[in-house]
């Protein structure tokens, strides 16, 4: 489809005709952030950012590096727990419930909310036991449906179905990736957290997860962070621009930040004159 | 187009003297290994030229060596019950040792907060690792025969020397296997809504457990090879005694190798190289088994 780009738009937004469907589903805030700050140490990562992520729709999180996106996702799922110098401030509520109250365990929010990394990190276990272990640690037995429905939710089902029993490590990088998302929507999780998940993939690897996201978001919401622009624009319905010192400058339509973004900066950003 | 010559191009360029250096640093490199290993060569060489005069010269058959108990008279000598003492010996330290010292490797490593604390028991692990062993087997007999316990000469005693010795060998082997477990598959399983435990039971210590068995089976061939702690906690040497547990007395294979080779008879001489011959055997055999573990998975990882 190589259409004529209007001058006006800096980046194409071409959409599918799948998410001009899911564009009509009125937004329903499953996720959101209230006056959210986060500090490493004495650094300032995350700067009062508010923010309402809708359901079954897919969000971007772009801007240039060390501007706080990929903090901010990893504040959703509380990984940030691991990092001891790292201090979170404000709500992170999801339906409804403040992640980051005393009474929220962080393994069982994990189990809702499933997280997708930037370099493919499969288990050293077979493609199988990748598979079944978010299950397995819930104290539920996984069963070969479960096993075939994940890895056809990743699409990969055709190219593995075969070799079931072997390790996760003999894929190719874009097949781990696809094993890891596998992996994270085998427990049927709510919310899907991507972490720049094609960056460290080739271009066709990269391009069969996005067309895996525009499916996922049937079932899934997905949060994804990208350092591509284009990237952003062709697979998100919402984009939220962060910009350095962890500040959220325009969170909306994906369209409208590529087309007509409200604030100078993110124009500036997108066009390229800085970031 | 002609070439144009050498000197013309690169004559500016003086490399004489660097070539002459990296010449003589590569000889003295390959001269350093070659010393070393010929040592040990010599060393194998001369034990087992020993070792084949007792077969030849004193016609000591080897089944016969091996299943005949200590005595005296050195034609009925053999290494059955040294050889059944030190088994004993491993495989109770190994059992105490292997709990305790993966254990303590999986708290520093994965559980620990890096305190200062931590950080200086860190640190000290591997100078314990250093102390003569000696000084284990005199802290044994101090307080398990000599002092507070009063247990005696038995094989637990020396168990527990050779435990001591070799335990924080096997916590810093451990603990760098678990270290080679990339963060990122940690992660990967805390993003899943593991709990701290599974993910070190169910992706940590499978990935890590090659490094560790590896190290441990090193760690124990160590211990096979003691003398000196088992000889500060009383063992005794090529008597007609065959243990039979951990509270009976303590003899090893190493003492008894020891003892003979102080005897005046040559024929003790010869039956000493027949026992480090039984020695070597069983470590080259363990060495073996470790470096196929480790071969076998190392690329499993990363």
Partial sequence: MATQEPDDKLI?????????????????????????????????????????????????????SGC?????????????????????????????????????????????IGMVFQKPNPFPKSIRENVTYGLEVQGKPATEGDVERALRGAALYEEVHDKLDTSGLDLSGGQQQRLCIARAIAPDPEVILMDEPTSALDPVAAS????????????YTVIIVTHNMQQAARISDKTAVFLTGGELVEFDDTATIFENPADSRVEDYITGKFG | MSTPPMDELFGDIDLEWEHRKNRAFRSLCFLSSILGLAALA??????????????????????HFITSTGSVNPDRAGMYGALVGSVLLIVLASIMTFFIGVGAAIYLEEYAPDTRLVRLIDANLANLAGVPSVVYGLVCFGLLINGPLDLGRIILVGAIALALVVLPIIIVSAMEALRAVPDSVRNGSYAIGATRWQTIRRVVLPAAMPGIMTGTILAIANAWGQTAPLLMVGAIASARHVPTGPFDDITALTVTIFDWAFRFQDQFHVLAA?????????????????????????????
């Fill in chain 2, 42 to 63: 010599l060393l194998i060489a001369d034990v087992l030229w020993e070792a084949y005069r007792g077969v030849s010269e004193y016609d000591i058959g080897i089944i």
């Fill in chain 1, 12 to 64: 194409s937004t071409e959409v599918s005709a799948d998410e001009t469907v899911r564009n009509e589903r009125p937004d329903e805030t499953v996720l959101a952030a209230k006056d959210l700050d986060v500090y490493y140490g004495e650094d300032r990562a995350i700067d009062d950012v508010s923010i309402e992520i809708p359901e079954n729709k897919v969000t971007a999180l772009i801007g240039p």
């Fill in chain 1, 68 to 112: 706080g996106k990929s903090t901010f996702l990893r504040c959703i799922n509380r990984m940030n727990d691991q990092i001891d110098v790292c201090r979170v401030d404000g709500d992170v509520v999801f339906k409804g419930k403040n992640v980051y109250d005393g009474d929220v365990d962080p393994v069982a929010l994990r189990r809702k």
């Fill in chain 1, 208 to 219: 069969k997860i996005e067309d895996l996201i525009d499916t996922l978001v049937e079932e």
């Fill in chain 2, 274 to 302: 027949m026992g480090i011959v039984g020695l070597l055997v069983v470590l080259l055999g363990m060495n073996m088994v470790a470096i196929y573990i480790r071969s076998r998975y190392e690329k499993e990882l990363s």
